[in-house]
């Protein structure tokens, strides 16, 4: 009885040691924290999950994945100089544009000409300097 006694104490003492270290060490003991409830979205992860208020420290119990979007309207987007063509959707539930899916369609790339010490694209009208770019136009083009 006696041996029994004192493993009982030990494994006490043992299960308890994490929570008086940490006591002792000024670290927070999460007394103060409690179990809450996030609700299912798309936008973030649910379920029950334990935070303490004093550090932040948060630890799910039963965490789960966010919820897939509720797409309502698509808008299919064209190739741009910069962008491949594809399908965004949005979302009735979060209110995000999230892309469908992916490219159909490669970049068209930009169509440089010459306007006096600048490149100009004819298709989209960026500008860039004539010395970032790697052709010679000191006599023309």
């Given at each position: 009885?006696?041996k029994?006694?004192?493993?009982?104490?030990?494994a006490?003492?043992?299960?308890l040691?994490?929570?008086?270290?940490?006591?002792l060490?000024?670290e927070?003991?999460?007394?103060?924290?409690?179990?809450?409830?996030?609700e299912p979205t798309?936008?973030?992860?649910y379920?029950k999950y334990?935070?303490c208020?004093?550090?932040?420290?948060?630890?799910w119990?039963n965490?789960y994945g966010?919820?897939?979007?509720?797409f309502?309207?698509?808008y299919?987007?064209?190739?741009t100089?910069?962008e491949?063509a594809?399908?965004?959707?949005?979302c009735?539930v979060?209110?995000q544009?999230v892309l469908?899916s992916?490219?159909?369609g490669t970049?068209l790339?930009?169509?440089?000409?010459?306007?006096?010490?600048?490149?100009v694209?004819?298709?989209?009208?960026?500008?860039k300097?004539?010395?970032e770019c790697?052709h010679?136009?000191?006599?023309?083009y």
């Amino acid at each position: 009885m006696i041996k029994l006694t004192a493993v009982i104490i030990t494994a006490v003492l043992v299960m308890l040691t994490p929570v008086f270290a940490d006591a002792l060490d000024g670290e927070c003991t999460h007394e103060n924290g409690e179990v809450k409830t996030r609700e299912p979205t798309c936008a973030t992860y649910y379920g029950k999950y334990f935070e303490c208020p004093d550090c932040g420290f948060i630890e799910w119990i039963n965490g789960y994945g966010p919820l897939p979007h509720t797409f309502d309207e698509y808008y299919e987007r064209e190739a741009t100089c910069t962008e491949d063509a594809h399908v965004d959707a949005h979302c009735s539930v979060c209110d995000q544009i999230v892309l469908y899916s992916s490219s159909y369609g490669t970049a068209l790339g930009h169509l440089w000409t010459l306007n006096g010490e600048e490149l100009v694209c004819s298709r989209c009208g960026d500008t860039k300097p004539v010395s970032e770019c790697e052709h010679d136009y000191s006599e023309g083009y």
